[in-house]
């Protein structure tokens, strides 16, 4: 199951609902697409209903108001247990992550416990950046992969495939952060429980429409949880 988080994606929801499904029905794996949007007002919500109405591999999960990424994927991760998923994969709505790249995820998951998009390793990168945020970016993973202690070159993105067992193991409730380093999270937990990650080449564009939900507090939250998760030990 492919979970997409929107808020306020009206212009992105649709295409990328579409290309995502193509990408995963040329898979010839059974799949849904489950869009978590949180009241969004622009009607992404909306939009995402009348797809579902239209497309049996279509669901929404509507949440009562914006309550951030962290808990958006939390909350569509129990639904992906719930309905038997093998794999759970995550991806941004919009366009940031190409859904291209679904494919080569999924086919990576039967070797590794947790497959990660990767700007950071060879053959990957991030496309149209200035300087300063791609140094931001860059020492925010170095940041965590040093006091973490994990061999992970790209620990922030989002764009991940977990196999079920992973997030079957790990104490979802525990987790408590957003953004950033929600996704650090999630993946130094799973390599503390013995799970295997691999890290695949992508290439990170601009969100294609629409205005980015990052703020510096869920950015400078990264910078004080990532140390609290290494004492945690
Ligand atoms: N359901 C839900 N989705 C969210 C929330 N915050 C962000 N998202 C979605 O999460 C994905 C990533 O958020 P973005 O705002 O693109 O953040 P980003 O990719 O780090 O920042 P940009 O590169 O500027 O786009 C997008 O699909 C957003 O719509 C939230 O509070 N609730
Ligand atoms: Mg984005």
Redesign the pocket.
Known sequence: MLI??????AE?VEAVVRAALAQLAATGLEHTVLV???NSPDGTGEIADRLAAELAAVRVLH?ES????G??YLAGFEVALAAGADLVLEM???F?HDPADLPRLIAAAGDADLVLGSRYVPGGGVENWGALRRALSRSGSWYARVLLGVPVRDLTG?FKCFNRGVLEALDLTEVRAD??GFQIELTYRAIEAGFTVAELPILFR??RE?????TARIALEAVWKVPALRLRR
């Open positions: 997409l988080p929107t808020y306020n994606e992105n978590v949007d949180d949440r914006k309550d951030g990424l808990r958006a941004d709505a919009d940031s989002g953004g950033y601009e969100r629409g205005n980015s939900k990052m």
